[in-house]
């Protein structure tokens, strides 16, 4: 017995003590009970921690739903994140403030504006003095001596400044160059923000037009399944043939294709807007307004509206300041044709008591250097900025002529959309619903045919996007005038 026991503690590396039978007898028990209490023990499980993307992305993996697990509520979440943000919506004054903010172009523009300064600071710069120092007369294959005398070796150091920027208003011809430069910058500057200004309207009032045509073809694609319906009923009850099923069928098909229309036309307005306004982020926008007129603005004549124009455009104020520029640079020019003039003055050390056996001496000295413009007197410099003049004047009266046809065109086609929507009656629009919707009730009950229930609609249609573009052009006409004239003259 003792044996086994030997064996059994000594394979188990047990190492008590084997004299006692009551010891050996108490090591089994206990081992028995340590691997019970070990059993039922509450472990302290941890597990590997998830990295770091993982658990910003959603829930620890213990709160996912199994994988063939599918919901409403899952689908809902697992939307990507761009078709969940909410669409930014501007009126009008929001629409402008926001292109003229964040607009590039017009940021781009903004910095000529900054490089006309600095070519300005660069015309007033008065030139850097020109210091030359040098030591001379040295001895190269022998010492020089009071016996062997040479040199004396000297030390030369000489300041120069030019004077000719002074002496002759090149620098003040400069500065009124660069002057201007930064008057016509900024005038052309204020030009491309008056195109980017009637830009953003003009695809304002798109957006405003397309919203409505589209609400337009949803309401007939609605008028015409409700028809569809009434027919439907009539063919069950034996009232027409199935061919007016047929026949409402090819109708709403020719709907879905005109709601198809309308939507990718307003998707392309909501680009152009989207673009002027600078928007490059992924977000839906929206526009808030409306194409009703509380008043209607009178038209002006096209000679008030020049008189405006040749006082507010921007960019004939541009073209002006660049004639004024192009004298300014005549004179630059003609002045820059006179001599350079450098006035000197200098200090000389002559090391003479090795060489000679004298005293070192000490000297000064003065001089002048100039320019003598015998065969380059910026002849070409000249008659380049006599051309640019020229070709400036010619410029201006190019613009002049454009802007009076433009004038003209943009005065008549609002005096045009005035007329039209004076001329419109305002209850032709109710007038066609109301025939739409009686012979709609009347063929319900028997008394008309699908033939002139379609014409009805039909005509609402017509008569409707016809409410909508007089609308339309209206706005654009007048923004369009304003826009010309360079000026708020109509509101």
Avoid at 20 to 41: D, E, K, Q, V, Y
Avoid at 146 to 168: K, Y
Avoid at 286 to 296: A, C, D, F, H, P
């Amino acid at each position: 017995m003792k044996k086994i026991k030997k064996e059994w503690l000594k394979h188990h590396d047990c190492h008590f003590h084997l004299a006692s039978p009551f010891i050996n007898i108490s090591c089994r028990w206990s081992l028995c009970i340590l691997l019970l209490l070990n059993g039922c023990s509450i472990q302290d499980y941890k597990p590997t921690p998830l990295p770091l993307y993982m658990n910003e992305s959603g829930p620890p993996i213990a709160d996912a739903p199994p994988p063939n697990a599918f919901s409403a509520e899952t689908s809902a979440t697992s939307v990507p994140s761009e078709t969940l943000v909410e669409p930014k919506e501007f009126t009008l004054n929001q629409a402008v403030q926001t292109a003229l903010k964040s607009d590039p172009r017009i940021k781009a523009a903004l910095e000529n504006i900054s490089q006309a300064e600095a070519d300005l600071i660069t015309a007033g710069l008065i030139p850097n003095p020109q210091i030359n120092t040098d030591i001379q007369l040295m001895p190269l294959n022998r010492s020089f001596t009071a016996n062997r005398q040479g040199g004396p070796p000297q030390f030369d150091f000489n300041v120069a400044m030019p004077i000719d920027w002074f002496l002759f208003g090149k620098r003040a011809a400069a500065i009124t160059s660069g002057q201007y430069g930064v008057e016509a910058t900024a005038a052309d500057f204020a030009n491309t923000v008056r195109l980017r200004i009637a830009a953003t309207i003009a695809a304002f009032y798109d957006v405003l037009e397309m919203q409505a045509m589209l609400e337009l073809a949803y309401e007939n694609q609605r008028n015409l399944i409700k028809m569809e319906q009434i027919i439907l009923k009539r063919v069950a009850l034996g009232g027409v043939g199935t061919i007016e099923a047929d026949r409402i069928k090819l109708s709403i098909f020719s709907s879905h294709r005109e709601v198809h229309a309308r939507e990718l036309d307003l998707a392309a307005a909501l680009n152009q807007l989207r673009t002027l306004l600078g928007i490059k982020d992924n977000i839906p926008i929206k526009v808030k307004g409306t194409l009703e007129i509380n008043t209607l603005a009178k038209p002006i004549d096209a000679e008030t509206a020049f008189r405006f124009a040749e006082e507010n455009r921007p960019d004939l104020s541009a073209l002006r300041r660049q004639l004024d520029k192009a004298d300014s640079d005549i004179k630059l020019e003609e002045r820059r044709a006179y001599p350079q003039v450098i006035p000197g003055i200098g200090y000389t050390r002559q090391f003479q008591q090795q060489a000679i056996g004298f005293p070192d001496a000490n000297s000064w000295m003065a001089g002048i250097n100039l320019t003598v413009p015998i065969f380059d007197r910026n002849q070409g410099n000249i008659a380049k900025a006599k051309s640019i003049k020229t070709q400036t004047q010619y410029n201006l009266q190019a613009q002049l002529v454009d802007l009076r046809a433009e004038i003209d065109q943009t005065a008549k086609t609002f005096a045009s959309s005035y007329q039209f929507l004076t001329n419109d009656d305002p209850g032709q629009l109710e007038a066609a619903r109301n025939v739409r919707d009686k012979i709609t009730q009347a063929y319900e009950l028997g008394g008309k045919t699908l033939i002139e229930v379609l014409d009805a609609q039909r005509a609402y249609l017509e008569t409707y996007r016809v409410h909508i573009n007089g609308r339309s052009s209206y706005w654009h006409a007048l923004n369009q005038l304003n826009a010309v004239i360079g000026k708020e003259v109509l509101r």
